[in-house]
């Protein structure tokens, strides 16, 4: 768990210092200007409706990846869906960051769906959705006062992240709704301050939910960086 200094607010881009993107981006951090973003990154591959929500489990596979599988009676051969990394950015002239790039398919030759870099000790963030990147915090922003109530908002795609609710185990859990306030997602990561062996990650999809899977996904890792670097 990295920790940031409790006075740092994770939700702020403000520095005084160079900026620590992966890629050397315009000043307003977007790669086209005055160009919107696209709703849907490009590629963009809209899964078959199913006809009740399915439960999608976060799986280990080294110390710097995981996959999310499928249900096993959806798919008993467990096929990964997407397969999410981590790596540094140690460029030695930016802040030393975290870099967490999704992928769809079981390895790195799948098609890309985005990444996020956030710095160790440090505001600056990015997040890029197939070929548009900006900073995080045109992206995501506070939902009202709670610290746990997030906004993502990228072109057409509106998702609001509720992680008031914590479990009788300690595992906190995030709902999310649409645009029209109706449920399409709920991700439950491990209580950050268990003993191991800590229980597997979950990420339930609703029906109506596949046709933004790449940003329900996308947010959910996001949010809960910003809520482990605020922990």
């Keep these: 768990m990295i920790l940031i200094p409790s006075g740092s607010d994770p939700f702020t881009d403000e520095h005084g210092g160079p900026p620590s993107p992966t ?42 990846s995981m996959f999310l599988l499928p249900p096993r009676d959806v798919d008993p051969a467990l096929t990964p869906v997407y397969n999410i990394s981590v790596s540094l950015n140690l460029n030695p002239f930016v802040p030393l960051s975290y870099v967490t790039t999704v992928r769809r398919g079981i390895d790195e030759d799948g098609d890309f769906v985005g990444e996020f870099e956030l710095a160790v000790m440090h505001s600056r963030a990015i997040v890029k959705m197939g070929n548009h990147a900006t900073r995080m915090a045109n992206i995501l922003k506070k939902d009202g006062h709670s610290p746990r109530k997030f906004l993502w908002q990228h072109g057409d795609a509106q998702l609001r992240w509720d992680c008031r609710t914590t479990l009788d185990d300690g595992s906190p859990m995030c709902i999310c709704l649409d645009n029209q306030s109706h449920q399409i997602a709920s991700f439950v990561p491990p ?36 809520i482990t670097l605020s922990f």
């Excluded at 050397?24 to 006809?51: G, K, W």
């Excluded at 062996?197 to 979950?202: E, G, Q, S, V």
């Excluded at 109506?208 to 996904?217: N, V």
């Design 23 to 64: 890629d050397t981006l315009p000043p307003d951090y977007v790669t086209e200007i005055h160009v919107p973003p696209p709703s849907l990154p490009p590629n963009y591959v809209l899964a078959q409706r199913p006809s009740r929500p399915r439960i999608y489990t976060f799986s280990s596979w080294s110390n710097e």
């Design 191 to 226: 209580p950050l301050d268990a003993s191991p062996p800590l229980p597997l990650a979950t990420l339930t999809v609703f029906p109506d939910g596949h046709e933004l899977f790449d940003h329900i996904l996308m947010s959910a890792l996001v949010v809960e960086r910003k």
